[in-house]
């Protein structure tokens, strides 16, 4: 089997940036973030998920990879928004090894957290209720970029009805 030239790399390379950027218009956008696309670090997930119930919601939890453009796209473009708005969204991240206090009330990493919850894939959007435990199918992967804002309403609808039902 032989080894592709750069010629050909470079070639693939540019065939998959513009297949992500016609499926996903403004992804250029989404690589040059502003501060205000950010979401909060998670750093005692009993507190956050206690101040999100005393407001009837769920602890939105956000799991992403440093450099995953569509990681970018869903936080700039849905959660940082809601968060701005009054949502509880903390944010996660597969190998960083900053410390949080977790469900249980123990120290681990982001990185043995997001092992612990198996995430698999980024983005993965998860939504907490009592206890740490999950309350909506989380979502994984970036869905269809027109209907991953309705997806996510609907789940965050559905963590509610199960706060609150």
Not at 2 to 19: E, K
Not at 44 to 53: K, N, Q, R, V, Y
Not at 106 to 111: F, I, K, P
Request: aromatic fraction near 8%; hydrophobic fraction near 40%; proline fraction near 8%.
């Amino acid at each position: 089997m032989t080894q592709p030239n750069l010629s050909d790399l470079t070639r693939r390379h540019w065939l998959l940036s513009s297949a992500a950027a016609w499926a996903w218009p403004g992804l250029g956008q989404a690589q040059a973030q502003t501060p205000a696309a950010t979401l909060p670090m998670a750093r005692s997930l009993p507190d956050e998920l206690a101040a999100a119930l005393s407001q009837g919601q769920p602890l939105t939890v956000m799991a992403s990879l440093e450099g995953c453009v569509f990681c970018k796209i869903v936080r700039r473009s849905h959660l940082a928004p809601m968060h701005r708005q009054g949502q509880p969204v903390v944010q996660v991240d597969l190998r960083n090894p900053q410390t949080v206090r977790d469900f249980a009330g123990l120290m681990t990493t982001h990185d043995e957290l997001t092992r612990r919850w198996r995430i698999g894939i980024t983005p993965t959007v998860l939504f907490f209720g009592p206890h740490g435990k999950e309350v909506a199918e989380r979502m994984e992967g970036a869905y269809q970029p027109d209907f991953y804002g309705p997806y996510l309403d609907d789940r965050l609808a559905l963590a509610r009805t199960r706060l609150n039902g």
